[in-house]
């Protein structure tokens, strides 16, 4: 991690192939999105760093990533705890030089490299967040699962208010394991889904499953089969955990009906890839098929809004 501590703000210094406004076009693709803001062309994001809440102003600057802090003065290990989680974000650790030479040269890949040159996959560094988002993806469309967010969000969350606008944290796992199984379906979300979110929570809180052990298999196989023995989680959930979180670039969520509509789109199909052509198209692409999931998402977001 390249970064910089100042009096008032920290920097930090992104890789070249790196494009802040692409990030922000894909993050500003969903207007019931809670866990930020952009105004201005700046990004609008509320940390808790060391139990305080820090809301953080992030902007290009040249050729830098400014942080300035509009609320809490972290210290300095909590500035660099901030530092930490833009660049795990942003996905910042990444060389893309060898996905860009590959893509430059590929049919379906080209064209979207062009248009979104320095975008990277945004990521989701708490583990929570991201198996919840995954479970309430599963089998809705992704205008009902936002919504399904942004209602776990304001019912469960934590939030500041800073110049009349209300901030949010995703809700803790620890809150989440308290509560009853009627409370999620009240904002209709299925028995079912309800159920694991509240038993991923409670397995959470038990220290069953964390970030950091998953990582210390330091193999994304294993990690995926630890992933999938949790109630809820499926093939294509821990895939989208395994790009999201744990920066899995081998990761391929063939059963993704977004990425299925991405092909048939691009490829000007008459009806949806199947997982074996899916397959057969990303042999090109060995060892950065998240990467090229995710462009072909991103092509898919432009076409719906």
């Known amino acids: 991690m390249n970064w910089k501590n100042h009096d008032s703000c920290i920097e ?3 890789p070249k192939e790196f494009d802040f406004k ?7 693709r969903d207007a019931q999105e809670m866990l930020h803001k952009i105004k201005d062309g700046n990004l609008i994001k509320l940390l808790k760093i060391d139990e305080e809440m820090i809301l953080c102003k992030i902007e290009a600057e040249h050729k830098a990533i400014k942080v300035e802090f509009l609320s809490g003065k972290p210290s300095y290990e909590g500035r660099e705890e901030i530092a930490k989680y833009i660049w795990e974000w942003f996905d910042l650790d990444q060389n893309l030089e060898e996905f ?6 590929d049919k379906i890949l080209s064209p979207l490299v062009k248009r979104y040159y320095g975008l990277r996959i945004v990521g989701m560094p708490d583990l ?3 198996l919840v988002w995954a479970i309430i993806g599963q089998q809705i469309n992704l205008t009902f699962a936002y919504t399904l ?3 776990f969000v304001e019912d469960f969350g934590e939030s500041i208010i800073f110049e009349n606008e209300t901030y949010w944290l995703f809700p803790s796992y620890d ?3 308290q509560i009853e199984v009627e409370e999620l379906r009240n904002h209709q979300f299925t028995t079912r889904k309800s159920e694991y979110i509240i038993g991923i929570a409670k397995a959470m809180q038990a220290n069953e499953i964390s970030k950091e052990a998953l990582l210390n298999q330091d193999d994304f196989e294993k990690i995926k089969q630890s992933l999938m ?16 979180c744990f920066h899995d670039n081998s990761s391929y969520p063939v059963g993704d009906v977004g990425l299925q509509n991405s092909f048939k789109s691009i490829l000007g199909l008459d009806r949806k890839p199947t997982a074996e052509e899916m397959y057969e198209y990303a042999k090109a692409w060995k060892g950065w098929e998240a990467y090229a999931t995710f462009y072909l998402w991103r092509s898919l977001s ?3 809004t």
């Open 302 to 304: 432009d076409k719906t």
């Open 175 to 177: 809150k989440i394991a």
């Open 229 to 244: 023995e949790l109630r809820g989680v499926g093939a294509w959930s821990a895939d989208y955990v395994l790009m999201k």
């Open 149 to 151: 967010k942004k209602r």
């Open 22 to 28: 692409q990030c922000l076009d894909f993050l500003a």
């Open 12 to 14: 930090l210094y992104p």
């Open 100 to 105: 860009y030479s590959i893509a430059s040269e």
């Open 128 to 130: 929570f967040e991201a």
